[in-house]
């Protein structure tokens, strides 16, 4: 069965506005047997979007109208494709309490779900550094280095496998290594691998999957999945599974990247 665990919505602040029939009749099209819908969570309550245009995730005020349209559309498909309700939740450093009330209360209603990591605190601030490759150069600047940004990347996604946010916590790690995104433009140097592999042992300790992103391979910059196929490939020999997930925020962005990720050679790749 042939699955995408990562899809924006028209209720993604910073997608476009094509309706879910337009994301599922695609999926079917593509012959994809099950679609998880993973729009951008509300950010935690306190927290302020340090983006310039403050569209990071979707409005509180809008997930009843989320949940009932998924419901809409589960129940109107039901024969030709499984949908499932989810949310990308962000881990945001400092705002553990809050992420883990807000999926107390929302938990509930989702099937499946990812946890990302978007935004890197830096003494009292956070910054999003997968918003443009101008806002990365910035970071670059506040940081100290590239490595520095590279560094605190890993040890925010490693907090995040670790951190307690109660029993809905996702069990989907999103595209891990998605620093990388302007990786030509700024391109590192330095070895991350002991990182990466304690990224990896985190998440099998855990029993945790981890969303095989097909989106930075159309990204310019960056021309590779998130995670590279030879993490992805040591995560498979570690006993971990991967979800491939397409990170769709337009329609026609459904199964981008597939034909390049599948298959690897093992045959623990979630593609359900």
Request: proline letters at 5%; aromatic letters at 12%; hydrophobic letters at 35%.
């Amino acid at each position: 069965m042939k699955r995408d665990g990562h899809i924006h919505t028209p209720f993604c602040p910073h997608g476009t506005k094509d309706t879910l029939d337009s994301y599922i009749e695609e999926a079917i099209n593509q012959g994809f047997s099950q679609l998880t819908f993973t729009e951008h969570a509300p950010l935690p309550f306190g927290f302020i979007d340090s983006t310039p245009t403050q569209d990071s995730g979707m409005a509180l005020g809008d997930l009843d109208a989320y949940f009932s349209a998924l419901q809409q559309v589960k129940k109107e498909y039901a024969a030709d494709i499984s949908i499932q309700a989810g949310l990308e939740v962000d881990y945001i450093e400092g705002f553990e309490k809050e992420t883990t009330a807000f999926l107390d209360e929302y938990g509930p209603l989702l099937d499946d779900s990812v946890l990302s990591v978007h935004f890197l605190k830096e003494q009292s601030n956070w910054y999003c550094l997968d918003y443009s490759a101008d806002v990365f150069e910035n970071m670059i600047g506040i940081f100290g280095s590239l490595t520095a940004i590279y560094k605190k990347y890993y040890e925010t996604v490693h907090r995040s496998i670790k951190a307690d946010l109660g029993p809905f916590k996702p069990k989907r790690i999103g595209h891990i290594t998605l620093v990388h995104k302007f990786q030509h433009r700024f391109p590192n140097e330095v070895n991350f691998d002991l990182e990466i592999d304690s990224i990896l042992t985190a998440i099998k300790e855990n029993g945790y999957e981890i969303d095989f992103n097909g989106a930075g391979l159309m990204k310019p910059l960056c021309l590779e999945s998130y995670p590279s196929p030879e993490v992805a490939q040591k995560a498979l020999d570690m006993g971990i599974s991967l979800v491939y997930g397409s990170d769709a925020h337009q329609a026609k962005d459904i199964g981008q990247g597939y034909d390049k990720l599948f298959p690897l050679p093992s045959k623990s790749i979630s593609q359900l």
